[in-house]
């Protein structure tokens, strides 16, 4: 069973708060979920261990933008206001999925993005594409799950597990602007040609609306995990709570989204 929980834009602190607590509450209810959910303000994320320095943080605070850490991995990433719709999909470790290893497992999710964009008429493919360098920047990163499109990346994904559930995030770029991307994450030696040349987002390729979207999405990642009981649904009241506290106590804290910085 699969509970599809659709969010309007939220503060970036509050939707890493929500996407933990939904996992760390998984083992309370009877069905996985997919949550998918836009930003405002802007928000810069890095992944669980990477290093704050790999953010401008005067730059970030000037354009009005948040810097949260997610609690999954990977490198940083824009989140540009209205211009992206992340997901994030929360399996109890039972699933047929979460048995697989993670490379597999982040493959078989992020084929709700292949199926998305084939719906919607578009032809892609998952494959690594990217450089064997580190980069701080993740959508540079090469990943067993990266969404290609006409050869470039236009979804990544990075995943964190626990006894009892899995949480993959990914993202799916409707507009891609290097020149604010390269404002907010360090990219020595990248230029906004280069980034053009590897990153695309969706409104390049077809005029669609958010709710057409957000509609191909929930038909792509139910066809992806395999789930015919779905339903449209919302945060339990305990998911909400441990949200809340999370927000407070963790994402809106400097000692977690600052970690790296001495």
Request: one cysteine or more; a neutral charge; hydrophobic letters at 40%.
């Amino acid at each position: 069973m699969l509970r599809v929980v659709v969010d309007g834009p939220r503060d970036p602190y509050y939707n890493m708060a929500i996407d933990e607590s939904i996992m760390l509450s998984r083992n309370s209810v009877n069905y996985d979920t997919l949550r998918l959910y836009m930003w405002s303000p802007s928000g810069v994320s890095l992944g669980r261990g990477q290093n704050a320095n790999a953010a401008y943080l005067d730059r970030i605070k000037e354009l009005g933008f948040k810097l949260v850490r997610r609690p999954t991995g990977g490198g940083a990433l824009l989140h540009p206001e209205d211009n992206e719709i992340t997901y994030s999909v929360v399996l109890s470790t039972n699933s047929t999925v979460a048995k697989l290893s993670v490379d597999e497992s982040a493959i078989e999710i992020a084929r709700g993005v292949l199926y998305t964009l084939q719906i919607l008429g578009e032809n892609v493919e998952i494959r690594g594409l990217g450089d064997m360098k580190k980069h701080d920047l993740c959508y540079l990163r090469s990943g067993s799950s990266d969404v290609v499109i006409a050869g470039r990346k236009i979804s990544g994904s990075a995943q964190v597990r626990d006894d009892k559930a899995l949480l993959q995030h990914g993202t799916l770029l409707l507009k891609f602007e290097p020149e604010t991307w390269l404002k907010v994450i360090r990219t020595p030696g990248v230029t906004e040609e280069f980034l053009k040349s590897r990153i695309a987002g969706l409104f390049e390729f077809m005029e669609v609306g958010i709710d057409q979207i957000f509609d191909a999405m929930i038909k792509g990642f139910a066809k992806a995990l395999n789930e015919k009981d779905v339903f449209m649904g919302s945060l339990t009241p305990s998911e909400i709570k441990l949200a809340n506290r999370l927000y407070k106590e963790k994402y809106s804290n400097e000692r977690w989204n600052l970690l790296g910085i001495q």
